[in-house]
């Protein structure tokens, strides 16, 4: 069964920190692209940051300067260092993983941004 996990998420104050994990498990091809998504109240479901298996990494502007993705392939699991958080960061954030033959979703994890 394919499952990709999300943990991390929870409260924190302005100006905190948090760090995202996604694990993957019972995916049998390569994975290509491992991005995070967010989706606030209200909002449209928004990319915030992609890591492709060749190294290269994207962001959305907005967060740019303040996360980190990053991949441990060995361990099947990605990262989103999520430093200097701000209101507006709160959303709940899932990792989305490529294959040449399909796409995976994970559950979301809640990311809260108040004092």
């Known amino acids: 069964q394919v499952q990709l996990v999300e943990s991390g998420g929870g409260l924190v104050q302005p100006g905190g920190s948090l760090r995202l994990s996604c694990a993957a498990s019972g995916i049998r091809s390569s994975i290509n692209s491992r991005a995070w998504y967010r989706q606030a109240p209200g909002k449209q479901r928004e990319l915030v940051a992609v890591?492709?298996?060749?190294?290269?990494?994207t962001y959305v502007d907005s967060v740019k300067g303040r996360f980190t993705i990053s991949r441990d392939n060995a361990k099947n699991t990605m990262y989103l260092q999520m430093n200097s958080l701000k209101p507006e960061d709160t959303a709940v954030y899932s990792c989305y993983a490529s294959t040449a033959l399909t796409t995976y979703w994970g559950q979301g994890t809640q990311v809260t941004v108040s004092s």
């Open positions: 890591a492709t298996s060749g190294g290269s990494t």
